[in-house]
């Protein structure tokens, strides 16, 4: 996919908690660790509790000049509502990624896309024993369909420098 495209256009979309957010930032970060240019939209619903967030992630060999995704490449879906409202943003030809722990969507005209069931919930709970990091599982996911424009090892050092981060700000409020 990667050497057919000057970008990758790639749209997130679950539940909030469901770590989108996360994940389409440690997508950029490994972009920009491997001298790509990307650029991350984020957008909530209006809801307060229990709505819906999407991570729209831009990734290019050049500079972005258009933050916003008309057609998706990828979409990753981790909700049935996230498909329902967005599956329509998928380019003929693009990768369809969902979480099958959760649901399974009724597609039309399967052959237009490439489909990637993945249990991501099951994954990060047998090997994590937390169910919270089944977003770290979609982004490997990601990296994989995009190598070698996205390698793994940026993917490790964007969860270790983003999470360390993370606990030296925890830290500054235990004390």
């Known amino acids: 996919m990667q050497q057919q495209l000057d970008q990758i256009r790639i749209r997130l979309m679950g539940l909030g908690g469901h770590g989108i957010v996360f994940a389409g930032r440690l997508l950029g970060m490994a972009a920009a660790m491997g001298g790509l240019d990307s650029i991350l939209t984020i957008t909530y619903s209006p809801e307060q509790r229990g709505g819906w967030s999407r991570a729209d992630l831009i990734i290019a060999k050049e500079m972005v000049d258009y933050p916003l995704i008309d057609e998706a490449d990828i979409f990753l879906a981790t909700t049935q509502q996230a498909f329902n409202l967005e599956f329509k943003s998928l ?4 990768v ?39 977003n770290v599982v979609l982004v490997g996911v990601i990296t ?7 390698r793994e090892e940026h993917i490790i050092n964007a969860i270790r420098n983003m999470t360390r981060r993370l606990v030296s700000w925890t830290h500054q409020f235990r004390k």
């Open 91 to 94: 380019r003929k030809g693009g």
């Open 96 to 134: 369809f990624i969902y979480e099958s722990t959760i649901y399974k969507p009724t597609i039309q005209n399967t052959n237009d896309y490439v489909i990637i069931p993945v249990p991501a919930t099951e994954i990060a709970e047998k090997v994590t024993g937390r169910r919270l990091t089944m």
């Open 144 to 150: 994989a369909i995009l190598e070698p424009l996205l």
